[in-house]
């Protein structure tokens, strides 16, 4: 079975500060991941994905990943932070092994930008 | 919201009432999947399809049907079997990818359902 944890329901950060939402995984074999975006009332939107390769996925609006295999964990950042990325952050993972494409999501984490 | 659309944005059912949500893309995507939001939970698959005339069911399909007649189509009825239909309801779609790779969903604006 796969699973994904985001370990904190709300993050704070001051507005032009670094930001890191975190992500663990449980894939049984190697993962493909996913971020995704959600502003209040809508769906969701793709922000980036990591598939093979580089270890740091660059994404839209200026937002990063990166992968840690050792520590099954893929960290969304961004450098510095604009009120307008207040919204609901979820990753998201699927197994490389699986034949159905199924996504699991995490329950998502909140970010609060703070001006 | 990226070539998928929802209707309607919100809708109101009383119990004991079946009701369809309806989603449509025009992305030519193969793949489509309905999954219900609720506070805390995160996002929970009902039913997915990657191809017309066929379906699965995903990790809470209990209460709830779909169709697939055709590709650009994939309306979820929310019947009165299910015990707690209050939630915000989400169609997405995506490429299908044969051997290496993922694609990633694209989401529509998604239906709020409120039982009353």
């Known amino acids: 079975a796969q699973s994904v944890a985001q370990p904190e329901d709300q993050v704070n950060v001051a507005e032009g500060n670094p930001l890191t939402v975190k992500c663990t995984y449980s894939?049984?074999?190697?993962?493909?991941l996913f971020w995704y975006v959600q502003y209040p009332n809508r769906g969701l939107q793709f922000l980036l994905k990591y598939i093979t390769g580089d270890n740091l996925v660059k994404g839209s609006y200026g937002f990063e990943a990166e992968f840690n295999k050792s520590q099954t964990s893929f960290h969304l950042k961004k450098p510095s932070a604009l009120v307008s990325d207040s919204a609901l952050y979820f990753c998201?993972?699927?197994?490389?092994?699986?034949?159905?494409?199924?996504?699991?999501f995490g329950i998502g984490t909140k970010l609060q930008v703070i001006p | 919201d990226g070539g998928i659309t929802q209707s309607p944005k919100y809708l109101f059912r009383k119990e004991g009432q079946n009701v369809t949500l309806s989603c449509e893309q025009n992305l030519n995507h193969d793949a489509m999947y309905w999954y219900r939001q609720d506070p805390g939970q995160g996002l929970r698959l009902i039913y997915y399809s990657q191809i017309v005339n066929d379906f699965q069911k995903g990790d809470i399909a209990e209460g709830y049907s779909v169709s697939r007649e055709k590709k650009e189509s994939f309306p979820l009825t929310v019947t009165s079997a299910q015990k707690n239909p209050t939630a915000f309801y989400l169609c997405?779609?995506?490429?299908?990818?044969?051997?290496?790779?993922?694609?990633?969903?694209?989401f529509g604006p998604g239906t709020r359902l409120t039982v009353l």
């Open positions: 997405a779609s995506g490429r299908l990818v044969a051997g290496v790779g993922a694609n990633e969903q694209f």
């Open positions: 894939v049984s074999g190697n993962p493909y």
């Open positions: 998201a993972v699927r197994d490389r092994n699986g034949g159905y494409q199924k996504v699991t």
